[in-house]
């Protein structure tokens, strides 16, 4: 977008824009000077949430950003606690008690003094009364609601309040300011130093209070849990004595343990009861039938001792299966088993087995692993009893062992349940006992009056005008159709453009005198204008002689274009012919003497006279007429043929359309 027409625009209308601003600001001024001044009074509360004396112990091992989230939040608490609509009506209540009871209130509307005596006393009587209970005003009671029509009249409303309240952290610090501005430094101060009282005080008496119930809740809440959790306790421990359990999972371990024991002895008792076998199948094969019978009768005998001390042994190793393989029953099985091999080294000693074969060794072999052989039997059978007993106690603590894990159970949700409420009765009782601790450190007092922003809203006004006029004008710039540049006309129509000329300044130029050497010096740059479009014109004819020139709309120039060009194609020895084509308003040949008339001409083809300048003219008579109506179109054809034919450029001046 071009703005230079935008700049233009400016000036044009720069004269409109100073008066506009300077009465705005004036008026500005006029408006700010009866304005009161301003008084801010402010008051800090400290909170103690930044304090490092203060903090606890656990907040040590948080992440700086999580402690400094932790402050923001805080802060932003207490300062929407302030901004509550409680804290606020108390301190209207307040400001209006103060203005009807004292002496020097701190506004007089006239509203306050048109009050009688009875009313002033039922008004404060409602007041004091909602200070006390803390409770907001009726609007739906028509008595309260015009106490409340009358705290908006003295600007006493929470909604005027807040107007001209700030509350905020300053910056980093651990401090709350509280700050109020009116035009009364006495009145600021109040609003401040209440606000902040009502404060703290809502603050020591609700907040606390909701804390110390809170732990009241979970003190009652961790005794709850504490015999829920003992009396589970005594169930298991009940359910224990009952059934003989000391620890289940200790005793079915043993058990276990004892089983996997006793069946690897079971497993070497039977690998070595095969070796017995084997070997005495062995020693069996080495003797015929009748020396079986032999060693079986002539050992018969003395077999009685060898069974007697063999019942010793199996009872003995019976005991020692039963006792788990106790260490203290070994030496008296070896004892025995010493004395059983005596006895059978001495039955092979006394007698021979066959007179004729010297096979008393293995006689004695076979014995003693039949003797082996019979006691691991009897350790097998023994082991099968004490692997019965032991799985039907094992067995028997499978359903004892649900039982307890159910009732262990409990007891590990109860102790959570305990451990989680007693922990977080521990955490209140540290809040509680370190938690922040509100206190006015600095109470607001009456000030100065801060320094005047008139001159400053004067000056605002002269700018915001300024801004308002430069806008209305650029909208109107840009809304603004009309064609005031070549490229204004290009854009809008679409159209090849042939040039531009500047517009003639003063009355309506006498075409006769237009080119006198009198009007040269203001003529100029209009005949320098008119040759580029001369050979513009030359350019786009492509050997064609006639031009008909016409305009949008009526006065725009065309008539003096198309005489201007006449007069330029002259001047370079064309024969130019002018027609005056503006049957409605014909300038041409008004202003220039005419000997022939278009009517005249197309009718009879009478002899059009030149001017010494090489121009010829053609006027017409301004009767509503057209050329068809003097004669048909042929005939028009064959006169502009031999008019072509004479003169090198025709110039018609169309009327517009």
């Known amino acids: 977008m071009e703005l230079s027409p935008y700049y233009r625009l400016l000036g044009k209308y720069k004269y409109v824009i100073i008066i506009v601003v300077l009465a705005a600001m004036i008026a500005t001024y006029f408006v700010v ?3 009161p001044d301003e008084y801010i009074s402010s008051t800090q509360i400290a909170t103690g949430i930044v304090d490092g004396s ?70 404060l009587t409602v007041y004091r009364d909602k200070l006390q209970n803390g409770s907001p005003l009726d609007l739906y009671s028509k008595d309260e609601n015009r106490l409340n029509q009358l705290l908006i009249t003295m600007k ?95 005793q079915s371990k043993a058990i276990y343990d004892q089983i996997l024991a006793y069946t690897d002895k079971k497993i070497e008792a039977e690998r070595t009861i095969s070796s017995y076998d084997a070997a005495i199948k062995d020693i069996d094969n080495r003797f015929d039938p009748k020396d079986r019978q032999y060693v079986e009768s002539v050992t018969s005998r003395y077999n009685q001792a060898i069974t007697n001390t063999e019942d010793q042994l199996r009872t003995l190793n019976e005991q020692y299966v039963h006792s788990g393989f106790n260490p203290t029953y070994k030496p008296a099985l070896d004892s025995l088993q010493k004395q059983l091999n005596t006895q059978i080294n001495n039955s092979s000693d006394k007698y021979i087995t066959n007179p004729l074969v010297n096979k008393d060794n293995l006689v004695a072999k076979k014995l003693e692993l039949e003797v082996s052989r019979d ?14 007993s032991l799985n039907a106690k094992y067995s028997r603590l499978v359903p004892f062992d649900a039982t307890v894990k159910t009732y262990e159970s409990d007891i590990a949700i109860a102790s959570q349940e305990y451990l989680d409420v007693m922990n977080k009765y521990n955490s209140i009782n540290l809040q509680s006992n370190f938690s922040i601790k509100l206190v006015q450190v600095e109470p607001a007092t009456p000030d100065v009056a ?208």
């Open 33 to 35: 000077k009866s304005l």
């Open 54 to 123: 203060r903090q606890l112990s656990d907040k040590d091992n948080t992440s700086p950003n999580a402690q400094q989230d932790e402050i923001v939040r805080e802060f932003s608490n207490l300062t929407e606690i302030i901004r509550l609509k409680k804290l606020i009506d108390e301190v209207s209540y307040q400001l209006i008690i103060h203005d009807l009871s004292s002496p020097q209130p701190f506004r007089k509307p006239d509203q306050l003094k048109n009050l009688s005596a009875d009313e002033v006393k039922h008004t």
């Open 156 to 250: 006493y409303d929470e909604r005027s309040l807040r107007k001209d309240l700030v509350i905020e952290r300053d910056r980093e610090s651990d401090f709350i300011t509280i700050a109020y501005a009116s035009e009364n430094s006495q009145l600021s101060a109040f609003v401040a130093n209440t606000l902040c009282k009502e404060f703290i005080d809502y603050y020591a008496s609700n907040v606390k209070q909701h804390e110390s119930n809170a732990a009241n809740f979970l003190s009652n809440l961790v005794t709850e849990k504490r015999n829920e959790l003992n009396e589970k306790k005594d169930e298991l421990q009940q359910y224990k004595i009952n059934n003989g359990i000391l620890n289940i999972d200790d």
């Open 375 to 388: 006691l691991a039997n009897y350790s097998v059978e023994a082991i099968d009893k004490e692997l019965a």
């Open 450 to 657: 801060e320094p005047s922003k008139k001159m400053l809203l004067v000056a605002l006004s002269g700018l915001i005008s300024l801004f308002i006029c430069l806008l209305v004008l650029f909208i109107i710039f840009y809304l603004d159709d009309d064609i005031r540049e070549p490229a204004d006309l290009v854009s809008k129509t679409k159209l090849p453009l042939l040039g531009s000329l500047n517009t003639i300044s003063g009355p309506e130029p006498d075409l006769r005198k237009l080119w006198d050497v009198e009007n040269r010096q203001w003529m100029q740059q209009f005949k320098e204008l008119l040759r580029s479009v001369r050979f513009e014109i030359d350019q786009e004819l492509k050997g064609e002689k006639i031009l008909g020139i016409t305009s949008l709309t009526a006065g725009e120039g065309k008539t003096l274009l198309a005489a201007s060009l006449a007069y330029s194609y002259s001047a370079i020895n064309k024969k130019v012919l002018l027609i005056d084509g503006n049957f409605n308003n014909p300038t041409i040949s008004r202003n220039i003497l005419m000997k022939i008339y278009v009517e005249d001409y197309f009718r009879n083809s009478s002899y059009i006279e030149r001017s010494k300048n090489n121009i010829s003219i053609l006027g017409n008579r301004g009767e509503d007429i057209t050329l068809l109506e003097i004669t048909d179109e042929r005939n028009i054809q064959n006169e502009f043929n031999q008019l072509k034919s004479t003169y090198d450029i025709i110039i018609i001046d169309l009327p517009p359309p």
